[in-house]
């Protein structure tokens, strides 16, 4: 069992952000942003995910366990967006 997963994202290279929704589990938490971008296959096989929208931002971001989170912030976090 993984835990608790975080969304994690940055807007237009900005500092990133921890969501204040919380899920239950990585496809939860791919869903809720697939929904968001309206588009399926956005996450790549990590969770990670990088994408423009149609007026020019671009986003970038993962989902990640607490105990992932904690560890990624001690080596200075990026999320893996390949």
Known sequence: MIGTILLLF???GQPAEVSERLFDSLDECKEFVETLVQQDN???SDYGFY???GDGYFFKGQCI???DYNLMMRENWE???K
């Open 51 to 53: 994408f423009r929208t």
């Open 10 to 12: 940055s807007m237009n």
């Open 65 to 67: 366990s607490v105990g």
């Open 42 to 44: 956005v996450l790549n």
């Open 79 to 81: 999320p893996d967006t």
